[in-house]
């Protein structure tokens, strides 16, 4: 199994940043994609961003220019770093990974449990 935790939720005002943090546990796998989905109430779960173990990246064009994905491969970390936040990106934020079992051909999705992002004055 993949475990994911999520940390650096929080309230901030419009304007500010946040940086989240998702931590992998991963022994006996390989993660190909990490990234981020947000759910605001009363909407679907929505792509934030994705970035493939090998490859670019990929943003919702509602953050591209304000949010930027990194991951370290060494720490089995992904970070979201959320600047010029917007009440509108107030949502719950999860960490997804995509992963294979050693020795299997067949990829599964994983999903941390979410950290709470509020942007209100």
């Known amino acids: 199994q993949v475990q994911l935790v999520e940390s650096g939720g929080g309230l901030v005002e419009p304007g500010g940043s946040l940086r989240l943090s998702c931590a992998a546990s991963?022994?006996?796998?390989?993660?190909?994609?990490m990234g981020w989905y947000r759910q605001a109430p009363g909407k679907e779960r929505e792509l934030v961003a994705i970035i493939p173990s090998i490859g670019t990246t990929n943003y919702a064009d509602s953050v591209k220019g304000r949010f930027t994905i990194s991951r370290d491969n060494a720490k089995n970390t992904v970070y979201l770093q959320m600047n010029s936040l917007k009440p509108e990106d107030t949502a719950v934020y999860c960490c997804y990974a995509r992963a294979r079992k050693i020795g299997f051909m067949m990829e599964y999705d994983y999903w941390g449990q979410g950290t709470q992002v509020t942007v209100s004055s």
């Open positions: 991963r022994s006996g796998f390989n993660i190909n994609k």
